[in-house]
């Protein structure tokens, strides 16, 4: 991760106090109430929010929503240790974490991480031009064992040892979002409920996200320590360029063999290296990726769903049915219909 220049305003985020900015403007706190609170991106860096509920004590939901026109970073010097169930819908972000030990962490769109951290400091940074949105569940080791407290063996064993003070300082999973969990992070984004029955969906919801998180973490057990191989900055150059290139024709985008050939690069290299920066292989990208802006024209533009499907370049109306049910968890004639009656 490239550091902050003397160009570069760092937001430090304080766990007690929230968001400050060394500059000129400051991320504004815009609404706030007993347990959620709301700030505003500054202008000058990008738009959008950062939502920040508290349900419980040492139990929070981060719920993210920006776009930024330069690159932002943020500093967290304050953390006491913290398990973080993440889930980044959209956007590129990087981070090292840790003061002792430092460990490099890269997010991308349609990636979940369980990480834990002991060690309280770190730096981050969001990249500008892609539209960053999250919901993290933050939560203790303390809140967190209260909920298994009779039954703490059930817990994977790598957890186990955390909240029993024998594991690492720094932990880390990522895996790919699941249908199952696009549906309750959709549920959090859309809740529209207000006060008490409000924390209280929300921490039902996060619960459910945590519950499929650890049902995970019990199945694969902790992911192997290998060392990751690092690409050459020319290659991950032609993976943006290639990401970059289907996001912009994703009613006709190339073929594999077309993509390979404008990046000069084999299949097999394309896809290790796409699957190394984004989680995921090209046509599961590209694939993701129409399904998404199928919903945004859905939601957002009121398009029907044979206008959506012709759209994002299904020729078929049953296999987009499938795949946007597959993977949102509601058909897209049952979600046009629920957006029509809101």
Not at 31 to 53: I, N, Q, Y
Not at 105 to 113: A, C, D, I, P, T
Not at 282 to 296: G, M, N, P, S, T
Not at 301 to 330: C, D, N, P, R
């Amino acid at each position: 991760m490239k550091g902050p220049t003397a160009n570069h305003d760092v937001t430090r985020y304080s766990w007690k106090s929230g968001f400050s900015t060394y500059g000129k403007d400051g991320f504004a706190l815009a609404e706030s109430d007993r347990f959620e609170r709301c700030w505003h991106c500054p202008k000058g860096l990008g738009e959008g929010t950062f939502r920040r509920v508290e349900i419980r004590e040492g139990f929070e939901l981060w719920i993210a929503d920006c776009l930024f026109r330069q690159e932002a970073y943020f500093s967290f010097d304050d953390n006491p240790s913290l398990f973080l169930f993440g889930f980044c819908l959209s956007g590129h972000s990087e981070a090292v974490v840790g003061c002792r030990k430092k460990m490099p962490l890269e997010f991308y769109g349609e990636q979940q991480y369980l990480m834990y951290i002991n060690e309280p400091g770190g730096i981050g940074q969001v990249k500008a031009g892609t539209p960053l949105r999250s919901v993290t569940v933050v939560i203790s080791p303390e809140r967190l064992f209260s909920y298994f407290e009779d039954d703490i063996a059930l817990l994977p064993p790598v957890v186990r040892q955390i909240v029993e003070k024998k594991g690492e300082d720094i932990f880390l999973r990522i895996k790919n979002i699941t249908p199952a969990m696009h549906v309750a992070l959709r549920q959090i984004v859309d809740c529209p409920y207000r006060g008490v029955t409000r924390k209280l969906f929300f921490e039902s919801r996060s619960l459910e996200l945590i519950a499929y998180q650890l049902k995970q973490l019990s199945v694969s057990g902790p992911p192997p320590a290998r060392r990751p191989h690092v690409m050459h900055p020319g290659d991950r150059d032609r993976i943006e360029f290639a990401r970059n290139l289907l996001l912009r024709n994703l009613d006709a985008p190339p073929n594999l063999n077309k993509l390979a050939e404008v990046t000069g690069m084999s299949h097999p290299k394309l896809n290790r290296c796409f699957r190394q920066m984004f989680g995921t292989t090209v046509f599961q990208y590209l694939k993701h990726e129409r399904l998404k802006q199928a919903r945004l024209m859905i939601e957002g533009q009121g398009l029907t769903v044979t206008e959506t499907a012709y759209s994002v370049g299904y020729s078929s109306l049953s296999h987009f049915a499938k795949a946007y049910k597959h993977h949102f968890g509601i058909s897209p004639g049952a979600d046009f219909r629920r957006k029509r009656s809101c």
